[in-house]
C-alpha cells in the first residue's frame, strides 16, 4: 500500500513544483529579519490557501506566525493522526538567506501539500505551522509557551546544508544582550571624570578568552560587540553586544551561563561600568530524535538519490542550534539537514547565492518528497498501517 500511496504523493509534489520553486525564489530576493517577517509568512500562508489549507493568521498572537490545516484534522470525527510541517522564513542580518530559510518554506509547504493528497482517506491530519524568528528569537519557544504543537503526534522540517545529514545534534544555546553603562568625558580634558564602558567590554572578552581553555569539550561561547563608542576622543559612555553560549545539554548550559556571567561582572568591576545581561530569547534545547522517523527519512532520501556518504568536516551543520529542539522535547521529532552543494557554508554570503538556481530546486524537489513519504510512513506505523523496511544505518 505504501508505495502506491507514495506515488501519488510524488506526482501531486511534481504538480506544485513551479510554485513551490516561485516561492523560495520569492523569499530568497525579499528578506525579513526575525518578528518582521510579514511578507514571506503571507506568501507561504497564501500557497497553502490556494491548495486548500484553512489558514489561521496571525496565530496565537504572534503576527508573523501562523497554521495552516487540511485533512482530516478539518473533520468532525477528528484525526488518527496529525503531522505538522514546520515553516522557518527569517532571514540573517546583512547575509539574507545565507541560511537558507526560503528553501525550508517551500519544502514544508510542498510536503504538506504531497501528503495532503492521501490525508483524508488515511485519517491524518495535515498542518504547516508557521515559525518565525528561529535566528535567536526563539519563534517555536514562544509558540510553544502559547499552546501551539501539542495536538501533534509528529513534527519534522529539512534545513540546508552543504551536505546531507540525517541526524540533528544541535547545542543548547542562550542568547544574551550585553549592556555597559559608563560616563562620558573628554579623554584628554577631563579622563578622569569618564568611567569607561568600552574598556569594560575589553576586560570581560579577555577573561572570556582565558576562560576557554577550561571549558568542556564541545561548548562553544562567542559574540559580537554591536556599540564600542561614538567618538575617539570621548570617553565611551555605554557599549553593546550579543553573546551566544551554547552546551551539549540544557543541564550544561545552565552551569556555563554562570561562569560566562562572572567574565561580564569581571568588566564591570574592573571599570565601575554598571551591567545589564537580558536574554534574547529563551533558551533553545538539545535535539531528541525520533530514531525510526529518522530511519524512513534516511531510507526515504536515499530512495530519492541522496548521499549520506559525506566528508565528516563538511557535515558539522547539524550541530547548530535550533529552537526546533525545544519542540523535540514535547512531540515525536526529526531535523535532519538536506545538501544544496557548493563550497560555502551556512552563514557565508555564497550560502546564500546556493540556495537559488538549479541545484538548490532539485534539493527541494528532494527535500519536500521525502518529507512527505516520511510522515506517511510514520504514520501508517502509527495507525496499524504499511511501512517501508526500518533501515539499521543511520545518517
Not at 528578506?31 to 489549507?53: C, D, I, K, N, Y
Request: hydrophobic content about 45%; some cysteine.
Amino acid at each position: 500500500m505504501s508505495d502506491a500511496l507514495k506515488r501519488r504523493i510524488a506526482e501531486r509534489r511534481e504538480q506544485v513544483d513551479r510554485e513551490l520553486v516561485a516561492l523560495s525564489n520569492r523569499l530568497h530576493a525579499d528578506p525579513e529579519l526575525g518578528w518582521q517577517e510579514h511578507r514571506s509568512s503571507a506568501a507561504v500562508a497564501e500557497l497553502l490557501t490556494a491548495h486548500g489549507f484553512a489558514v489561521e493568521q496571525p496565530y496565537l498572537g504572534l503576527e508573523t506566525a501562523f497554521r495552516a490545516v487540511a485533512g482530516a484534522g478539518s473533520g468532525s470525527a477528528g484525526p488518527r493522526f496529525t503531522v505538522g510541517f514546520l515553516a522557518e522564513y527569517d532571514a540573517l542580518p546583512g547575509l539574507g538567506h545565507a541560511c537558507g530559510h526560503n528553501l525550508i518554506s517551500a519544502m514544508s509547504a510542498g510536503g504538506a501539500i504531497a501528503l495532503a493528497v492521501v490525508a483524508d482517506e488515511l485519517g491524518i491530519a495535515v498542518e504547516v505551522i508557521g515559525t518565525p524568528a528561529e535566528e535567536g528569537g526563539g519563534g517555536k519557544i514562544e509558540l510553544l509557551e502559547r499552546g501551539a504543537f501539542q495536538d501533534l503526534d509528529f513534527a519534522l522540517m529539512a534545513h540546508p546544508a552543504p551536505v546531507d545529514v540525517a541526524e540533528a545534534r544541535p547545542f543548547a544555546v542562550a542568547h544574551w544582550h550585553v549592556r555597559y553603562d559608563g560616563r562620558a568625558a573628554h579623554a584628554a580634558a577631563y579622563p578622569e571624570r569618564g568611567i569607561n564602558a568600552n574598556d569594560a567590554f575589553l576586560v570581560a572578552q579577555l577573561a572570556i578568552s582565558l576562560m576557554r581553555q577550561q571549558l568542556p569539550a564541545g561548548v562553544r561561547v562567542h559574540g559580537v560587540q554591536t556599540r564600542g563608542g561614538e567618538a575617539p576622543n570621548a570617553i565611551p559612555e555605554r557599549t553593546e553586544g550579543r553573546w551566544y553560549v551554547r552546551a551539549e545539554t540544557t543541564e550544561q548550559l545552565i552551569e556555563l551561563e554562570e561562569r560566562v556571567l562572572r567574565c561580564f561582572e569581571a568588566g564591570a568591576l574592573a571599570t565601575g561600568a554598571r551591567l545589564t545581561v537580558t536574554p534574547e530569547s529563551k533558551r533553545y534545547a538539545e535535539m531528541r530524535t525520533d530514531e525510526h522517523a529518522l530511519a524512513c527519512y534516511r531510507a526515504n532520501a536515499i530512495a530519492l538519490g541522496r548521499d549520506f556518504d559525506v566528508d565528516p568536516q563538511a557535515a558539522t551543520m547539524n550541530r547548530a542550534s535550533t529552537d526546533m529542539g525545544n519542540v523535540s522535547l514535547v512531540v515525536d521529532a526529526i531535523h535532519p539537514y538536506i545538501g544544496v552543494g557548493g563550497e560555502a557554508s551556512n552563514h557565508q554570503p555564497g550560502f546564500a547565492a546556493a540556495c537559488v538556481g538549479p541545484v538548490a530546486e532539485q534539493t527541494l524537489r528532494d527535500g519536500a518528497t521525502a518529507l512527505a513519504w516520511t510522515a506517511l510512513d510514520v504514520a501508517l506505523r502509527r495507525t496499524g498501517g504499511d511501512e517501508i523496511p526500518n533501515p539499521t544505518k543511520r545518517g
